[in-house]
């Protein structure tokens, strides 16, 4: 099977961090939605056992591919610091009134399917760019992943401070 014509661009474009650095984006974007789903109700932004289960899940997933279990799970750490950041400023903005709540509340498990699929396109990105992420130009190429995803995501002043804090630990000199 080839890849999407999609990915082998990115591929071919030269920048091998692209696809990390788009689902980073698309999970900061989730984040609004976990936020809604939440607020109000008992479930808490932080959730200690779910995270436990995803990073698990991820070092165990590693382990089997063979790659640094420590170097995924502390990637996979700030991708959900990212998140929260994400869903506290929503629970600030709401609480101060800066904004309506939403009237319709999403449903928090349909959510995590979703960020489930997202995480395993993250790991296997992971997998993939072992290599380049340990070169001292993955910075660069970590910079304008970054640039290129907020331009084509057009992440707000909120998405594109939380995908900055994503992004970081994926390069083995930037850890
Ligand atoms: C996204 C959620 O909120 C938080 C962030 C998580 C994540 O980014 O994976 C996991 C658990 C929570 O601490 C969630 O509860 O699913």
Not at 115 to 128: G, P, S
């Amino acid at each position: 099977a080839s890849a999407p014509a999609s990915a082998r661009y990115d591929v071919q474009a030269g920048n091998p961090l692209l696809p990390f650095a788009r689902a980073a984006g698309e999970r900061v974007v989730l984040a609004d939605k976990v936020a809604a789903a939440k607020y109000g109700t008992p479930a808490p932004i932080d959730d200690p056992v779910r995270e436990k289960a995803v990073l698990d899940r991820v070092a165990g997933i590693s382990l089997e591919w063979g790659i640094d279990p420590e170097a995924s799970v502390r990637i996979f750490r700030d991708q959900i610091e990212a998140n929260k950041l994400v869903q506290r400023e929503w629970y600030r903005r709401w609480d101060v009134g800066q904004v309506r709540p939403p009237e319709e509340r999403p449903d928090l498990a349909e959510l995590r399917t979703l960020i489930d699929q997202l995480n395993a396109v993250l790991l296997a990105e992971i997998r993939r760019t072992v290599d380049d992420r340990s070169r001292p130009s993955c910075v660069t190429k970590q910079t304008r992943a970054y640039a290129t995803v907020v331009g084509e995501q057009r992440l707000d002043g909120l998405h594109s401070m939380a995908l900055a804090r994503a992004l970081p630990s994926l390069c083995a000199m930037l850890r």
